[in-house]
């Protein structure tokens, strides 16, 4: 079977290659985003998924847009039984959902409909959800409201981050999306619509989400950090400084200090929260630093008696 390949990050890369090292299906055409600015010297850089494609010798497409006749034309051309999309990064136009012989088919990080958009990962870890997965669906021309194919579960650990589950997701999804593919191809699957009125929308992760309001609960803190982890990373002030924090953990400890109060010896660090309980931190920095665990931070800074972070 022929396939036309949508994606940009390293989520929509092992997908890829599943499809590439089966003899049943052939990636014709790789669609991805134009290379993009990054760093310091903002550099054009390419996606994960165009590195990808290009060693493994495909052919790749990097339109800007997909709603003009020229972009469906060329896909046209293809004659491709499949459209498979992977965090794409953009709403393919009915023209493009018309082109395959059998569907659109869309790999999306959440057991829909809840999670619909374009952060559902980290926005599951953020509501400290126990269970996520992947679903393979039919693309429509909404975000992400098409029938469900297939789905698999998959569960969250107490300290894992949006950066672990990221990972763990994508390796879950090529043996999904190639069952997928096959059965739905000899008519072994019965798409199901999704329930409206269930879904909920994972809108895009911002920066200023990532500060740390000690008056929330413990142990919604530990969430905000896990789910702010690979980025933006979560952060707090310490004595005029942005101080990151990349993991805790949580407690039974309960304390009558203030919100935000430090408590720390050589070897541990502890944080009061709102609810009264304290929280365990890891890992962490100051801006511009690296990363460390707290026993190495505080080597290199004694904390203060009472200090109160924020």
Request: contains cysteine; charged residues 25%.
């Amino acid at each position: 079977m022929k396939i036309i390949y949508m994606g940009t990050p390293d989520f929509a890369v092992p997908c890829l290659e599943r499809l590439v090292s089966d003899d049943d299906f052939q990636v014709v055409c790789v669609v991805t985003q134009p290379d993009k600015p990054k760093g310091r010297k903002q550099e054009l850089t390419p996606s994960d998924v165009k590195i990808a494609a290009l060693k493994a010798g495909l052919m790749v497409y990097q339109p800007a847009s997909l709603k003009n006749d020229e972009a469906c034309e060329y896909l046209k051309s293809f004659n491709a039984d499949y459209i498979v999309v992977a965090a794409y990064g953009k709403i393919l136009p009915k023209s493009i959902l018309d082109l395959p012989k059998y569907a659109c088919v869309n790999v999306h990080g959440s057991l829909l409909p809840k999670y619909r958009g374009a952060a559902p990962i980290q926005r599951s870890v953020l509501a400290g959800d126990k269970i996520t997965g992947v679903t393979t669906m039919l693309m429509a021309e909404g975000l992400d409201t098409g029938d469900i194919l297939l789905t698999r579960e998959y569960s969250i650990g107490e300290n894992e981050t949006s950066g672990q589950v990221f990972d763990a997701l994508a390796q879950l999804s090529p043996d999904l999306l190639i069952e997928t593919l096959r059965k739905y191809a000899n008519g072994e699957i019965i798409p199901k619509k999704q329930n409206d009125e269930a879904a909920s929308y994972a809108s895009m992760i911002t920066k200023s989400e990532a500060v740390i309001d000690w008056n929330r609960d413990m142990a919604e803190i530990h969430n905000l950090v896990r789910g702010m982890s690979p980025w933006p990373v979560a952060y707090t002030e310490y004595k005029g400084k942005k101080l990151k924090i990349y993991s805790t953990e949580k407690t039974d400890e309960k304390t009558s200090l203030a919100p935000g109060t430090l408590k720390a010896d050589k070897n541990e660090m502890l944080v009061s929260c709102g609810d009264g309980l304290l929280l365990k931190i890891t890992s962490l920095g100051l801006e511009g630093s690296k990363r460390m665990d707290a026993k190495c931070f505080l080597l290199g800074h004694p904390a203060d008696k009472d200090f109160i972070l924020g």
